[in-house]
């Protein structure tokens, strides 16, 4: 009689998974400027939140103006 050699303990190999690593829970985003003069904040939003838009300064044009989240 054979022996199955998958019953055998020497030819068993032992495997560990290993799990993924959790996103970061924020990102880091970069605001640009709607005026159209390149510049730009950088700021952290949650990852489950929409695109941020938000009303600041911005020094080139000397006044508030809308700034939308661009990519990175």
Same mark, same amino acid.
């Given at each position: 009689?054979? &022996?199955?050699? /998958?019953?055998?303990?020497?030819?068993?190999?032992?495997?560990? &998974?290993?799990?993924?690593? &959790?996103?970061?829970? +924020? /990102?880091?985003?970069? %605001?640009?400027? +709607? &005026? @159209? *003069? @390149? $510049? *730009?904040?950088? *700021? +952290?939003?949650?990852? +489950? /939140?929409?695109? %941020?838009? /938000?009303?600041?300064?911005?020094?080139?044009?000397?006044?508030?103006?809308? $700034?939308?989240? @661009?990519?990175?």
């Amino acid at each position: 009689m054979v &022996a199955n050699p /998958l019953l055998n303990p020497k030819k068993i190999k032992l495997v560990e &998974a290993m799990s993924k690593k &959790a996103k970061a829970r +924020t /990102l880091v985003v970069r %605001l640009i400027s +709607t &005026a @159209g *003069t @390149g $510049f *730009t904040y950088q *700021t +952290t939003r949650r990852r +489950t /939140l929409p695109k %941020l838009q /938000l009303r600041k300064y911005d020094p080139v044009v000397n006044q508030h103006v809308l $700034f939308i989240e @661009g990519k990175k």
